[in-house]
């Protein structure tokens, strides 16, 4: 995370090992004075380990945009980068990489609802250590959004609490919404998506009806986008939490999975000289058939047929 800098300076202090990233209001995170720290934790999904930044008292998460690993590469003043890997860091709600500890210290039973305890005992760390634990307890969230408190004189205990959870994420969807849609009404239709019903009745209410069934067909996919977006930080039961919670099934999902996913792309590799694409160079055309069968003929003794057209020469 630096800027101002040229090729022979990033070389110098970082030697071969560094990449050219994008960060999310990147004047404080390049400042003197910030605070750094690269942060490696397991991923929502349990999709391996996810990689976070720590900047002063905030979070960004770190994402990668690789085209082709063969043939990408930075040219940084004088200099040629060879990892051509686009790293984008952006702000992530913190409360999201807290939910799993959350949830363990609560302790909760099928008996007990659950304890409270102190953040110091939520976030447990080690001296030194500078994992996930240890930026949590150094970044600023506010844990009464999905936590019920107790405040004990100048102590605050915290316990997960499952309606905060959701109704927080709820508010995660419905921002969704507002940011691709503004103006949109992400309001659930009264009884869910399925009370909407085309009537049979007179042609004014039939085309009221079939407007309003379009309106929910919308509203449900709008919701079920905001959804998947949401999903990518939280557990499968948070997960199945949610979709419940919008009187959807899981086969939604699905659904809308298979209309989204795009056809494999092809990155064409490009032949010196023309600048043509072997994609969409031109192939041979093979020989017909008949043009095969005339090859196979004797023609010992046989004159051309040209030879009947040309110029005769002069008798002498």
Known sequence: V???????????????????????????????????????????????????VLVNDSILEVRAAVRSEKYSCWFVGDYVQKNGTL???????????????????????????????????????????????AALNACSMDLSIVCDKQDVG????????????????????????????????DSVPEGGWATVAVSETAVEDKIASLEAAGRARVAKERHVGAIGLVSDYVSQTWLDR?????????????????????????FRTFSSGRGESKDNAPTAKKPKAATNKLAKVDTKGMSSMMSFFSKKPAPK
């Not at 799993?100 to 001296?127: C, S």
């Open 2 to 52: 630096t800027s101002g800098r040229d090729g022979k300076g990033l070389r110098e202090e970082y030697g071969e090992e560094w990449s050219i990233m994008v960060v999310q209001d990147g004047g404080e995170a390049v400042a003197v004075d910030a605070q750094h720290a690269i942060i490696h934790a397991p991923h929502a999904r349990g999709d391996g380990l996810a990689t976070y």
């Open 87 to 133: 790293m984008f860091a952006t702000r992530i709600d913190s409360l999201f990489l807290a939910l799993p500890a959350l949830e363990k210290a609560r302790n909760k039973t099928e008996e007990h609802a659950g304890r409270f305890v102190p953040k110091e005992q939520i976030f447990v760390t080690d001296e030194g250590d500078e994992g996930l634990n």
């Open 154 to 185: 100048s102590d605050s205990y915290y316990r997960l609490s499952d309606d905060k959870v959701l109704e927080w994420l709820r508010a995660k969807v419905n921002a969704v919404i507002a940011h691709q849609h503004p103006g949109f009404d």
């Open 242 to 266: 949610l979709i419940v919670s919008y009187s959807l099934t899981e086969k939604d999902f699905q659904v809308a999975k298979a209309c989204a996913t795009p056809g494999s792309e092809q």
